[in-house]
């Protein structure tokens, strides 16, 4: 398969799961949504296993991983779900564009990784600008909303948390894997709580919400995983970081057309002052660097 086109599908891919997860949720309530969605991925990640013909691992740091893994999707995945009654699809893409200076930070903090240089802090101080942009036009809109963006920011500590703990245990295992036993030990989580708080089987599901679940379950889950580690061994990583700077900006596009979720000027001021922060978080060394050149 082309690079070209492997980035362009990781990018759709993502940019299409938020508005995925909103409709997944439609009809069959949220707790469904994710559940379905959990135990399709978990399926799907044992059969990519034998199709590659990969075998887990089951070493103590292994069984850690998967632990911590399975933790960080299930209470990631919780709370975004949670979170999506109550915002806009294309804003749980904007927020949790947020996850790599929320990883940087926790980095610095957990394994002592630079992160007080210019350009990051920089790159911070837009994120949060952003943020609170965002979060000002939350608490305009209604309660519901500013419940939905909180929602969303916790969701994605968690999941920056899991992912700077599994490079701490730094356990050498293939993504595939790691993704295969992160979903073995979250799935039974999501199958206690939904039990627990709904436990109602749908006796109709939208055709919608169906879909959805089905996407998010096989493509988002398993293909986008695959694609996304394909084009990391095949392209520089500085390429491969834009696209979490894209994927906010088609999930707001997409929400809009596809689910008629309003464009206010907050909102694009927000989301371009988290980009911009992005930007300078990834990049803003080599602007520095040019920038002392010239002078």
């Known amino acids: 398969m082309s690079t070209r086109i ?5 990018i759709i891919i993502w940019g299409t799961t938020p508005l995925a997860i909103k409709w997944s949720g439609e009809g069959p309530g949220y707790l469904f949504g994710v559940t379905a969605r959990m135990v399709l991925g978990v399926f799907a990640a044992y059969l990519f296993l034998y199709f590659l013909r990969l075998k887990m691992v089951w070493t103590r740091d292994a069984l ?3 632990i911590v893994g399975g933790l960080g999707i299930y209470t990631s995945m919780s709370s975004v779900y949670w979170a999506s009654q109550y915002i806009p699809s294309g804003w749980i893409s904007v927020v949790f564009g947020l996850s790599p200076i929320i990883t940087g930070i926790m980095a610095a903090l957990i394994l002592g990784e630079a992160a007080l240089l210019p350009h990051k802090i920089l790159g911070m101080l ?3 600008a952003g943020l609170l942009v965002i979060f ?3 608490i305009e809109l209604g309660e519901e909303l500013l419940y939905g963006v909180a929602g969303v920011l916790l969701g994605t500590i968690f999941h920056s948390l899991s992912g700077v703990l599994i490079k701490r245990l730094d356990a050498r295992l293939s993504g595939f ?6 979903l073995s030990f979250a799935v039974p989580l999501f199958l206690l709580t939904w039990g627990l708080l709904d436990g109602d ?5 939208p055709l919608k919400a169906l879909a959805a679940i089905i996407y998010l379950g096989v493509v988002a889950s398993t293909v986008g995983f695959a694609l996304y ?7 520089e990583v500085s390429r491969v970081s834009l696209i979490a700077l894209l994927t906010p900006l088609c999930a707001l596009m997409l929400g809009n057309i596809l689910n008629n979720e309003p464009l206010s000027a907050l909102v694009l001021i927000g989301t371009s002052c988290i980009i911009s922060g992005l930007v300078f978080y990834e990049y803003g060394a ?3 660097r040019r920038l002392m050149r010239q002078g």
């Open 286 to 288: 080599v602007f520095f």
């Open 201 to 205: 089987i749908p006796d109709d599901v």
């Open 136 to 138: 000002g036009e939350g």
């Open 6 to 10: 492997a980035y362009l599908s990781v």
């Open 177 to 182: 894997v790691s993704s295969a036993g992160g």
């Open 64 to 66: 850690k991983t998967y």
């Open 126 to 128: 837009l994120g949060l």
């Open 229 to 235: 580690y394909y084009i990391l061994s095949n392209m």
